[in-house]
């Protein structure tokens, strides 16, 4: 059914012409004409004004035509509006006027359509020959100085025309659009191809794409060309100066209704791609030449998906045109030699001559477009996006609705500040009273007995009331912390709670009472023993000192302090986010990554892992709406392009989004001195450290479809068998896991199918899917079956282990015989010894871990050299090479600030019975890291070696509350304690 419009008026006005000036002796005057659909609209004699200055005119008029149906708005915009300037002169003897064509001025009806129904404008005319004739020649008299003309010799300006165009009706609704193809040309075009007709055809008639192109100009000139391109499988600029063919109507446009638009979409979603064909028209030679099209043909695909990026307007693609082999029909004769077609043409000739035969057979021809490299060059515009982009406004609601703004209290948490500091304050003047009070008692009494002045003391503030004083002021205090600081304490329903309040606030009132006792009576510690400030960045680097050392628990610890301390910093969350997403807790890692969000709603690492985290948990719509805002908060990122585009492919691998990604990343993409050069090698690595395994394994196939293996694909490919095996020991460990790689891998494991292969599989679903049943009923009678037969045969049991053992075992040997290989091919890169150590650090392999590290320490750049080289004292330390262990941790803690560093400095320097060294490296440590408990159970010893039971029992104190879980360190503090006759009931 025809979607049909009403009829509308195009206006024209001509207000004034500057700069006219006349090409010939004779008396001239011009006119105007206004072109458009082949109507016609001619203005009034205009005079030549005064020095071609401007001349004012009053002329207008009006074009109708049809919009009826979307071809009369297809006929509209593949016309111009043109202006033309012509000069009219009547030669002597001539009984005619004679026209001249000095310059056009061409207005596409597009910007009509495009928000604007009015253009006014006053624009120079695109000079013609007579006027470029005229204007060569007159700047050479001006040159010379002489000139036949009477007038002067001023350069002459170009001239100009003040109009305006407009109409009153919409031309195209709301829901409709525009497509506009520009063919730039076919170039590189082998010079042995005979000059004649070119047609090139966009896509067919069975969709709703179809663009065709005729008499295009075979043209061989020198004139360099320079064209930049998007998309295709040419080089993103083509430069050269070969022949070409141009198109005289190069642009060509489609009117899209609602339904028209639709139906593109859905074929572009389905098809991806079209055909474009060039073929070459042949002119036969005698008194009628006969002219038949399609004939020498040359094809290429052309992708279309760029069309569907959200927001895109506008393509720019080149492609490589493909010889095509013409099907022969059954039964047909094979085509007569090329000397038997000249014979039969130079047969019956006059005089013998003999008319040259066409050229090449297609296939023949069509192979020497293809052997020189000749490609199109096309742009493709739409007025609308076919796909509608989010605004920013859009973006900022959907993250603001996925992750609700935190819950702000300023009043209660100051109201609450105030109280507990006014408490602190009460205690001081306390406290400060009582010294004063007790120093005058001291003097007046002139008492040697700290117990009799005491005493004194208390008696005094007995008798004179002060006593009470002190009471109420701690007791109104108290009060008021209560009320402000535990707002969520409602009256108490039995004793046992009140209880436990009491004791809770009891505990909460001691430990500040006495960090205001310690803070006012401090006096006499030297400045140099003050508190040592640590720094959120500190306080992360030792948190991922004691993951690098696989101290996971402490590290735990210290990126929970990081959230407590640097509550308001978005780094603290972020970055206990991706320690939890590498441990795979991802209840944790979500938990962190919404308060990093509320607390800065364009974090956008934040907002990818979060995104990520969704998206893996089967929130796919959530989670890619969070990587979208990602990346349209920064644009220009490479890595958040690469992150989305992964995430995308594991979730709809045909998604044209899919290649809006690539293509923004490639624009991106950063120079990388490193393994990991490529960006799929990058994103690979980004996504291992953050534990995401399923997902660097998208990637490093991908990298090996488009480039092949090399050595970083053997880097990446050994760090997640080595993944993989860590997996299986924590399997076998915990008895499960938080997240199931296997189980990533599986939803991932069609990621790279071809398109015939998945419509294959969807015409056999249906066939498939009572047997799918089946064998899910099977596969759990059979695990039900297999766990039970366990609990009753231990053997089972045994062999399972050993089962899961081997497979720990050959995963290790994977990633290790795949590092191999590549050392064998560059022995010297760093990434490869540091990996090669890591995978045997992490799984127990010390000795081969120490080889490795010795030899990439001693290499220029290697990365996290810091945690390279903890981790090769660590192996010193457990070898019993502690002169090596000293030296080495000795470096690291005098060229940066570490709390593992000096942790294995001291127990080197303990284990040499340097005693004073090791307490000053603990004591180091301890300033850093004052909560680690194995510092503590150092520092016992080093008291109980010292003779110091009293400091040693404190410190086993300390070590005790801190839960320190060192069976050897706790074996040998029992033993010292045993020989320096030290009791402690701690130890009981």
Request: net charge negative; proline share 3%; with cysteine.
């Given at each position: 059914?025809?979607?049909?419009?009403?009829?509308?008026?195009?206006?024209?006005?001509?207000?004034?012409?500057?700069?006219?000036?006349?090409?010939?002796?004779?008396?001239?005057?011009?006119?105007?004409?206004?072109?458009?659909?082949?109507?016609?609209?001619?203005?009034?004699?205009?005079?030549?004004?005064?020095?071609?200055?401007?001349?004012?005119?009053?002329?207008?008029?009006?074009?109708?035509?049809?919009?009826?149906?979307?071809?009369?708005?297809?006929?509209?915009?593949?016309?111009?509006?043109?202006?033309?300037?012509?000069?009219?002169?009547?030669?002597?003897?001539?009984?005619?006027?004679?026209?001249?064509?000095?310059?056009?001025?061409?207005?596409?009806?597009?910007?009509?359509?495009?928000?604007?129904?009015?253009?006014?404008?006053?624009?120079?005319?695109?000079?013609?020959?007579?006027?470029?004739?005229?204007?060569?020649?007159?700047?050479?008299?001006?040159?010379?100085?002489?000139?036949?003309?009477?007038?002067?010799?001023?350069?002459?300006?170009?001239?100009?025309?003040?109009?305006?165009?407009?109409?009153?009706?919409?031309?195209?609704?709301?829901?409709?659009?525009?497509?506009?193809?520009?063919?730039?040309?076919?170039?590189?075009?082998?010079?042995?191809?005979?000059?004649?007709?070119?047609?090139?055809?966009?896509?067919?008639?069975?969709?709703?794409?179809?663009?065709?192109?005729?008499?295009?100009?075979?043209?061989?000139?020198?004139?360099?060309?320079?064209?930049?391109?998007?998309?295709?499988?040419?080089?993103?600029?083509?430069?050269?100066?070969?022949?070409?063919?141009?198109?005289?109507?190069?642009?060509?446009?489609?009117?899209?209704?609602?339904?028209?638009?639709?139906?593109?979409?859905?074929?572009?979603?389905?098809?991806?791609?079209?055909?474009?064909?060039?073929?070459?028209?042949?002119?036969?030679?005698?008194?009628?030449?006969?002219?038949?099209?399609?004939?020498?043909?040359?094809?290429?695909?052309?992708?279309?998906?760029?069309?569907?990026?959200?927001?895109?307007?506008?393509?720019?693609?080149?492609?490589?045109?493909?010889?095509?082999?013409?099907?022969?029909?059954?039964?047909?004769?094979?085509?007569?030699?090329?000397?038997?077609?000249?014979?039969?043409?130079?047969?019956?000739?006059?005089?013998?001559?003999?008319?040259?035969?066409?050229?090449?057979?297609?296939?023949?021809?069509?192979?020497?477009?293809?052997?020189?490299?000749?490609?199109?060059?096309?742009?493709?515009?739409?007025?609308?996006?076919?796909?509608?982009?989010?605004?920013?406004?859009?973006?900022?609601?959907?993250?603001?609705?996925?992750?609700?703004?935190?819950?702000?209290?300023?009043?209660?948490?100051?109201?609450?500040?105030?109280?507990?500091?006014?408490?602190?304050?009460?205690?001081?003047?306390?406290?400060?009273?009582?010294?004063?009070?007790?120093?005058?008692?001291?003097?007046?009494?002139?008492?040697?007995?700290?117990?009799?002045?005491?005493?004194?003391?208390?008696?005094?503030?007995?008798?004179?009331?002060?006593?009470?004083?002190?009471?109420?002021?701690?007791?109104?205090?108290?009060?008021?912390?209560?009320?402000?600081?535990?707002?969520?304490?409602?009256?108490?329903?039995?004793?046992?709670?009140?209880?436990?309040?009491?004791?809770?606030?009891?505990?909460?009132?001691?430990?500040?009472?006495?960090?205001?006792?310690?803070?006012?009576?401090?006096?006499?510690?030297?400045?140099?023993?003050?508190?040592?400030?640590?720094?959120?960045?500190?306080?992360?680097?030792?948190?991922?000192?004691?993951?690098?050392?696989?101290?996971?628990?402490?590290?735990?610890?210290?990126?929970?302090?990081?959230?407590?301390?640097?509550?308001?910093?978005?780094?603290?969350?972020?970055?206990?986010?991706?320690?939890?997403?590498?441990?795979?807790?991802?209840?944790?890692?979500?938990?962190?990554?919404?308060?990093?969000?509320?607390?800065?709603?364009?974090?956008?690492?934040?907002?990818?892992?979060?995104?990520?985290?969704?998206?893996?948990?089967?929130?796919?719509?959530?989670?890619?709406?969070?990587?979208?805002?990602?990346?349209?908060?920064?644009?220009?990122?490479?890595?958040?392009?690469?992150?989305?585009?992964?995430?995308?492919?594991?979730?709809?691998?045909?998604?044209?989004?899919?290649?809006?990604?690539?293509?923004?990343?490639?624009?991106?993409?950063?120079?990388?001195?490193?393994?990991?050069?490529?960006?799929?090698?990058?994103?690979?690595?980004?996504?291992?450290?953050?534990?995401?395994?399923?997902?660097?394994?998208?990637?490093?196939?991908?990298?090996?479809?488009?480039?092949?293996?090399?050595?970083?694909?053997?880097?990446?490919?050994?760090?997640?068998?080595?993944?993989?095996?860590?997996?299986?020991?924590?399997?076998?460990?915990?008895?499960?896991?938080?997240?199931?790689?296997?189980?990533?891998?599986?939803?991932?494991?069609?990621?790279?199918?071809?398109?015939?292969?998945?419509?294959?599989?969807?015409?056999?679903?249906?066939?498939?899917?009572?047997?799918e049943e089946e064998g899910k009923e099977g596969a759990i009678e059979t695990k039900m079956q297999r766990d039970v037969n366990q609990e009753d045969d231990p053997d089972a049991t045994s062999d399972s282990q050993a089962e899961e053992a081997s497979g720990l075992e050959r995963a290790l040997e994977d990633a290790v015989k795949r590092?191999?290989?590549?050392?064998?091919?560059?022995?010297?890169?760093?990434?490869?010894?540091?990996?090669?150590?890591?995978?045997?650090?992490?799984?127990?392999?010390?000795?081969?871990?120490?080889?490795?590290?010795?030899?990439?320490?001693?290499?220029?750049?290697?990365?996290?050299?810091?945690?390279?080289?903890?981790?090769?004292?660590?192996?010193?330390?457990?070898?019993?090479?502690?002169?090596?262990?000293?030296?080495?941790?000795?470096?690291?803690?005098?060229?940066?600030?570490?709390?593992?560093?000096?942790?294995?400095?001291?127990?080197?320097?303990?284990?040499?019975?340097?005693?004073?060294?090791?307490?000053?490296?603990?004591?180091?440590?301890?300033?850093?890291?004052?909560?680690?408990?194995?510092?503590?159970?150092?520092?016992?010893?080093?008291?109980?070696?010292?003779?110091?039971?009293?400091?040693?029992?404190?410190?086993?104190?300390?070590?005790?509350?801190l839960n320190l879980q060192d069976d050897e360190l706790l074996n040998e503090i029992r033993l010292e304690m045993a020989e320096a006759g030290v009791q402690s009931s701690i130890l009981s």
């Amino acid at each position: 059914m025809t979607e049909e419009r009403s009829k509308t008026e195009l206006k024209i006005q001509v207000t004034s012409v500057q700069n006219l000036v006349s090409t010939r002796e004779e008396v001239s005057w011009f006119r105007i004409e206004v072109e458009f659909m082949g109507k016609t609209l001619t203005s009034e004699k205009i005079d030549l004004p005064k020095k071609g200055l401007k001349k004012s005119l009053n002329f207008s008029g009006a074009f109708d035509f049809a919009t009826e149906t979307v071809e009369n708005i297809e006929a509209v915009v593949n016309h111009s509006i043109l202006f033309k300037l012509i000069e009219v002169t009547r030669e002597k003897k001539k009984k005619n006027d004679t026209l001249i064509l000095q310059g056009i001025i061409s207005i596409d009806p597009l910007l009509l359509l495009n928000g604007s129904p009015t253009i006014e404008d006053t624009l120079e005319v695109d000079p013609q020959e007579a006027l470029l004739e005229f204007q060569k020649k007159r700047k050479e008299e001006t040159t010379e100085g002489t000139s036949s003309r009477k007038d002067s010799l001023e350069p002459i300006a170009t001239p100009s025309i003040t109009f305006s165009v407009s109409t009153q009706d919409n031309l195209l609704p709301s829901t409709w659009n525009i497509l506009t193809c520009d063919l730039k040309g076919i170039v590189r075009v082998p010079d042995s191809i005979q000059p004649s007709p070119f047609n090139f055809e966009l896509g067919d008639e069975s969709i709703p794409l179809h663009i065709a192109y005729t008499d295009g100009t075979f043209l061989q000139t020198d004139t360099p060309y320079s064209f930049e391109v998007d998309h295709g499988d040419t080089s993103r600029v083509l430069n050269g100066s070969s022949p070409c063919v141009m198109f005289k109507d190069f642009r060509k446009r489609l009117c899209l209704s609602e339904t028209r638009q639709a139906d593109l979409v859905g074929t572009i979603s389905r098809l991806r791609t079209t055909r474009v064909l060039l073929s070459k028209a042949q002119v036969t030679g005698g008194k009628t030449p006969k002219r038949i099209d399609g004939e020498n043909q040359t094809e290429a695909k052309i992708k279309l998906t760029p069309l569907l990026y959200p927001g895109n307007t506008h393509m720019s693609c080149a492609g490589l045109l493909k010889a095509v082999e013409e099907e022969k029909e059954e039964g047909s004769s094979p085509a007569p030699p090329i000397e038997e077609k000249e014979k039969k043409n130079a047969k019956g000739k006059k005089g013998g001559a003999m008319v040259p035969a066409p050229v090449e057979s297609s296939s023949i021809e069509g192979q020497v477009f293809e052997d020189a490299g000749t490609a199109y060059v096309l742009n493709i515009n739409v007025l609308h996006p076919l796909v509608l982009k989010r605004t920013h406004e859009e973006v900022v609601a959907r993250v603001t609705e996925l992750i609700p703004p935190r819950r702000v209290q300023p009043a209660s948490i100051l109201a609450a500040k105030k109280a507990v500091d006014n408490f602190r304050d009460t205690i001081t003047g306390i406290a400060s009273d009582l010294i004063h009070e007790y120093r005058q008692t001291q003097a007046k009494e002139h008492s040697e007995s700290v117990d009799d002045t005491k005493d004194m003391v208390i008696q005094n503030l007995g008798s004179n009331g002060r006593y009470e004083a002190f009471k109420e002021k701690i007791k109104a205090s108290v009060i008021l912390l209560v009320r402000e600081k535990f707002t969520d304490v409602n009256r108490f329903t039995d004793t046992q709670s009140r209880h436990e309040f009491v004791s809770k606030l009891y505990v909460y009132l001691t430990q500040q009472m006495h960090e205001m006792l310690n803070k006012q009576f401090s006096f006499s510690q030297s400045p140099e023993y003050e508190e040592v400030s640590i720094s959120l960045n500190l306080l992360m680097d030792f948190a991922l000192e004691n993951e690098g050392l696989l101290h996971f628990d402490r590290a735990a610890d210290m990126w929970s302090e990081c959230v407590i301390r640097f509550a308001e910093d978005v780094d603290a969350w972020y970055g206990y986010a991706c320690f939890s997403s590498r441990m795979g807790d991802f209840s944790k890692c979500e938990e962190c990554l919404h308060r990093a969000i509320q607390l800065n709603r364009e974090h956008t690492p934040s907002l990818a892992l979060l995104g990520t985290v969704l998206v893996l948990q089967g929130s796919s719509m959530e989670g890619l709406d969070l990587l979208e805002a990602a990346t349209s908060y920064e644009k220009e990122s490479e890595i958040l392009w690469l992150h989305r585009m992964f995430l995308l492919k594991y979730v709809d691998p045909n998604d044209s989004v899919v290649e809006m990604c690539n293509l923004h990343a490639e624009k991106q993409r950063q120079c990388r001195d490193s393994v990991y050069d490529t960006s799929c090698l990058f994103i690979a690595d980004h996504f291992l450290n953050l534990g995401l395994t399923a997902l660097a394994q998208s990637a490093v196939a991908t990298e090996i479809l488009e480039h092949g293996t090399s050595i970083g694909v053997n880097v990446i490919l050994a760090r997640i068998a080595a993944s993989e095996a860590d997996n299986m020991m924590s399997s076998s460990q915990n008895g499960q896991n938080d997240i199931s790689d296997e189980e990533l891998t599986t939803r991932h494991s069609d990621l790279h199918e071809k398109d015939d292969k998945i419509m294959e599989e969807e015409e056999e679903e249906e066939d498939e899917e009572e047997g799918e049943e089946e064998g899910k009923e099977g596969a759990i009678e059979t695990k039900m079956q297999r766990d039970v037969n366990q609990e009753d045969d231990p053997d089972a049991t045994s062999d399972s282990q050993a089962e899961e053992a081997s497979g720990l075992e050959r995963a290790l040997e994977d990633a290790v015989k795949r590092i191999d290989e590549s050392l064998s091919v560059q022995y010297s890169e760093p990434e490869l010894w540091v990996q090669l150590g890591n995978i045997m650090y992490e799984n127990g392999h010390y000795d081969r871990a120490r080889e490795a590290f010795e030899h990439a320490i001693d290499l220029p750049t290697i990365k996290n050299e810091h945690i390279v080289a903890l981790r090769l004292g660590d192996i010193y330390v457990m070898e019993e090479e502690f002169e090596l262990a000293k030296t080495l941790f000795l470096r690291r803690c005098t060229s940066t600030t570490t709390s593992r560093g000096w942790f294995g400095l001291g127990v080197a320097c303990y284990r040499l019975g340097e005693l004073g060294e090791s307490e000053e490296a603990f004591a180091e440590a301890n300033m850093y890291d004052s909560k680690n408990p194995q510092i503590w159970g150092y520092l016992c010893l080093i008291c109980l070696r010292s003779g110091r039971g009293v400091e040693a029992e404190q410190c086993f104190k300390f070590a005790a509350k801190l839960n320190l879980q060192d069976d050897e360190l706790l074996n040998e503090i029992r033993l010292e304690m045993a020989e320096a006759g030290v009791q402690s009931s701690i130890l009981s």
